[in-house]
């Protein structure tokens, strides 16, 4: 697949989000939704409402990813409104087989997430039951982090279980995705990259986007995975 770009909102104006979602709407592939309760991460950003409204106002998909502790309570709920991709953490669902075929049982893409410290091995036997998996490269919360590079050697291994077991399943980076960092994101294997401050810290998010898939690609044409 090639290379795609969702900008995360959280790095937006969160009193003109429909504006700034409208500035990436003819350059990226998804709005990366950041939804965060203040328990499974110490922050507090937005909930289904918000996501509800933004759903009447975006022409990009949303790709709803859940920092919360109850996601076998509320993923489906996100995926039922309309969003088109729903991430749940694996260190927060208590029944992630179950919520994983709900979300795709209302017609969403279902996504696993992992925090940099948790390891994808133990998620091989459920890959079926997957069709993204977010691999964290900052410690999920805040935004403008410093990208992590020890999640690297986890980027390429998960790439391996995914060729391994012949799976269209798509890998997500998120935290600290920049010009600096894409290239060795794509190297490793990742193809979905989400972008908070790189692209919305930028003049033209629009035109930010641009340089980053364009990087994104051309990592991505000389990786060897
Ligand atoms: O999930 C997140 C934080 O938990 C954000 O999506 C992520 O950090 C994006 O922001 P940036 O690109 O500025 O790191």
């Not at 990366?32 to 409204?53: C, I, K, R, S, Y």
């Not at 489906?76 to 992630?96: C, F």
């Not at 996504?111 to 410690?139: H, Y």
């Not at 401050?197 to 003049?203: I, L, N, R």
Request: charged share 25%; with cysteine; proline share 6%.
């Amino acid at each position: 697949m090639a290379p795609q770009i969702a900008p995360s909102i959280l790095s937006a104006d969160f009193a003109r989000l429909a504006e700034d979602v409208a500035r990436i709407a003819d350059s990226a592939d998804w709005v990366h939704v950041d939804v965060m309760d203040n328990h499974f991460v110490p922050n507090l950003t937005l909930g289904l409402p918000v996501v509800q409204a933004l759903l009447q106002h975006s022409t990009l998909p949303l790709d709803c990813h859940l920092m919360i502790e109850d996601p076998d309570r509320w993923a489906p709920e996100y995926a039922e409104a309309g969003a088109k991709s729903v991430t749940i953490h694996a260190e927060a669902a208590k029944a992630p087989i179950r919520t994983l075929r709900t979300i795709r049982a209302a017609g969403a893409r279902a996504g696993l997430g992992v925090n940099p410290a948790t390891p994808v091995d133990g998620f091989e036997d459920i890959l079926g039951e997957i069709d993204m998996l977010l691999l964290m490269t900052v410690e999920p919360g805040f935004g403008g982090q410093r990208f992590l590079d020890v999640v690297l050697p986890k980027v390429r291994r998960a790439r391996e279980l995914i060729k391994g077991r012949d799976l269209p399943i798509w890998l997500q980076v998120d935290g600290g995705v920049s010009a600096e960092t894409i290239e060795r994101c794509a190297d490793a294997g990742a193809d979905v990259f989400v972008a908070g401050s790189a692209v919305y810290g930028a003049d033209d998010p629009a035109e930010a986007v641009g340089k980053l898939r364009a990087q994104a690609e051309e990592a991505t044409a000389k990786a060897d995975w």
